[in-house]
C-alpha cells in the first residue's frame, strides 16, 4: 500500500466512524508531493454546505496564524527594524502597563501588579511574555467577565485594550494572545495593516492566493462549516460568523486557508526560508525559529477553563517538549515516528501540521470542529503522521 492510499483510506475510514464530518491531509517534502488526500463534506448540513471536502476547502486555520505572524516579525527582525531582545514596548507601549493579575478584591474585581521586567519580542514568540487564553486560565476567564471583555476578539484586545499576564516575563511558559501582539507589532513597524503586510511578503510571494483574512466571493464559495462534538459523539453544524473585513486582522488566529496552500508555507520552512526559488526567510533566521528558544522552560499541558471550546490539550503528555519562535519542539523522539527537533502546531477548529527539519517532510491535517484537541480527529492526524514515517 501506497502512503496516498493509506492517507485517502485513513480519511475515508474516519468520516465513515462519524469521526469527521470531511478533512483534507496533505505531506509534502520541501520540493515534492508525498501524499493528498480529502474526504466527506464541507458541511454535515443540505445544500450550500454538502460539497465534498477537497485540498481546495478554504478552513479557519485559527492558531496555525502564529507561524505565518512569527515569520514576518522575523523578516524585520533580518531587516534590523526589529530585535528579539529589545523591551517589545518600544514599538507598543501599551505592554509596560500590561502589569500581572495576582487575584481579585472583595468586590470581585481584578488586582493587577507591575510586572517585574520586561516583554521582549522573543518572550512574545515563544508565549513566556505571560498573556494567556481564558480558554486555559480560570483567572483569565473571570478576570474577562469582571471587565466586560469576554466577547472581544483576540486581536481587538491587543488593539484597543491592555490585558494582565498570568505571570513576569520569561518565568514560564503560557499559551496566549501573545502573537496577537506579534501581529499589532508587525503593522506599526512595516506602517502596514497585517494583511497588506502578509499579501505582499509571504502569501503573495509563496503563491498562497486561498490564504486570507477576509473570505473573497469565491473563497466564501469553498469554505467548510464548523461543527460541534455532541455528547452523544455525532457532529453538528455550528454557525460562527465572521467579519468579511475584519477591522483587527488576528495575527494569532484569523486566518482562512487550504491544506494545499499550507503546504506551500510548510515547504517553505523546510527549504530554509525558500520554496521555489523565492526566499521569504534567510536560512540562519530559520534555524533560529526552529531551535528551543525557551532554554529550561518546558509546554505543559493545557487543562480546560471552556470546554465548549477546548478539551485538556497536550500534544504527546509525557514527551518533553520545548519552543522555537512560534513552533512547538518535540524534545524527544515520538511514538509517530517523528525524531526529536520535530516542530508542530495547530488551530482551535482542529487543524494540525508538523515539519521535520531532518528528514525533510512536513504535513497539515484539517477538519473543522469543535472542541479543540478531539480525541477522534486528532487520532487520524495521528495516523497519517505515523503512516508517514513508516514510508520513509
Known amino acids: 500500500m501506497t502512503l496516498q492510499t493509506e492517507v485517502q483510506d485513513i480519511l475515508d475510514r474516519g468520516v465513515s466512524a462519524g469521526d469527521v464530518i470531511g478533512a483534507a491531509a496533505q505531506v509534502v517534502t520541501g520540493d515534492g508531493l508525498l501524499a493528498a488526500a480529502a474526504a466527506g463534506s464541507r458541511s454535515v448540513v443540505a445544500a450550500p454546505g454538502a460539497e465534498p471536502m477537497t485540498l481546495d476547502t478554504v478552513c479557519w486555520i485559527a492558531s496555525m496564524t502564529k507561524a505565518i505572524t512569527g515569520t514576518a516579525a522575523m523578516q524585520l527582525v533580518e531587516r534590523g527594524e526589529l530585535h528579539l531582545d529589545e523591551p517589545a514596548s518600544r514599538v507598543l507601549p501599551k505592554l509596560a502597563e500590561a502589569g500581572v493579575l495576582e487575584g481579585f478584591d472583595g468586590d470581585g474585581q481584578p488586582v493587577v501588579r507591575p510586572a517585574r521586567g520586561q516583554i521582549s519580542l522573543r518572550h512574545l514568540l515563544t508565549h513566556t511574555a505571560g498573556f494567556g487564553y481564558p480558554y486555559w486560565s480560570e483567572p483569565l476567564l473571570r478576570y474577562h467577565r469582571a471587565t466586560g471583555t469576554d466577547s472581544m476578539t483576540s486581536g481587538e484586545l491587543v488593539s484597543t485594550t491592555t490585558v494582565p499576564a498570568l505571570f513576569d516575563p520569561g518565568e514560564r511558559w503560557m499559551y496566549g494572545i501573545s502573537i496577537d501582539y506579534v501581529g499589532r507589532i508587525v503593522e506599526e513597524v512595516s506602517g502596514q495593516r497585517l494583511d497588506d503586510y502578509f499579501d505582499e511578503h509571504i502569501l503573495g510571494p509563496l503563491g498562497m492566493g486561498s490564504t486570507a483574512f477576509s473570505l473573497s466571493d469565491e473563497m466564501r464559495s469553498r469554505l467548510a462549516v464548523v461543527h460541534v462534538r455532541l455528547p452523544d459523539g455525532s457532529l453538528t453544524a455550528r454557525d460562527l460568523p465572521r467579519s468579511p473585513e475584519p477591522r483587527f486582522p488576528s495575527g494569532g488566529g484569523g486566518l482562512y486557508?487550504?491544506?494545499?496552500?499550507?503546504?506551500?508555507?510548510?515547504?517553505?520552512?523546510?527549504?530554509?526560508?525558500?520554496?521555489?526559488?523565492?526566499?521569504?526567510?534567510?536560512?540562519?533566521?530559520?534555524?533560529?525559529?526552529?531551535?528551543?528558544?525557551?532554554?529550561?522552560?518546558?509546554?505543559?499541558?493545557?487543562?480546560?477553563?471552556?470546554?465548549?471550546?477546548?478539551?485538556?490539550?497536550?500534544?504527546?503528555?509525557?514527551?518533553?517538549?520545548?519552543?522555537?519562535?512560534?513552533?512547538?519542539?518535540?524534545?524527544?523522539?515520538?511514538?509517530?515516528?517523528?525524531?526529536?527537533?520535530?516542530?508542530?502546531?495547530?488551530?482551535?477548529?482542529?487543524?494540525?501540521?508538523?515539519?521535520?527539519?531532518?528528514?525533510?517532510?512536513?504535513?497539515?491535517?484539517?477538519?473543522?470542529?469543535?472542541?479543540?484537541?478531539?480525541?477522534?480527529?486528532?487520532?487520524?492526524?495521528?495516523?497519517?503522521?505515523?503512516?508517514?514515517?513508516?514510508?520513509?
Open 257 to 392: 486557508s487550504t491544506a494545499r496552500d499550507y503546504c506551500r508555507f510548510l515547504q517553505m520552512i523546510l527549504g530554509r526560508g525558500s520554496r521555489n526559488g523565492v526566499r521569504v526567510l534567510r536560512p540562519d533566521t530559520v534555524d533560529r525559529m526552529t531551535a528551543n528558544n525557551i532554554g529550561d522552560l518546558r509546554v505543559v499541558a493545557l487543562p480546560t477553563a471552556m470546554p465548549e471550546l477546548t478539551n485538556d490539550a497536550e500534544f504527546f503528555p509525557g514527551a518533553e517538549k520545548s519552543w522555537g519562535l512560534t513552533f512547538q519542539i518535540n524534545e524527544e523522539p515520538l511514538p509517530t515516528g517523528r525524531p526529536a527537533g520535530g516542530l508542530m502546531w495547530a488551530g482551535i477548529a482542529n487543524t494540525f501540521f508538523w515539519i521535520d527539519m531532518d528528514s525533510q517532510v512536513a504535513g497539515t491535517y484539517m477538519s473543522q470542529q469543535l472542541p479543540f484537541a478531539d480525541a477522534r480527529t486528532l487520532q487520524l492526524y495521528l495516523d497519517i503522521e505515523t503512516a508517514t514515517y513508516r514510508h520513509r
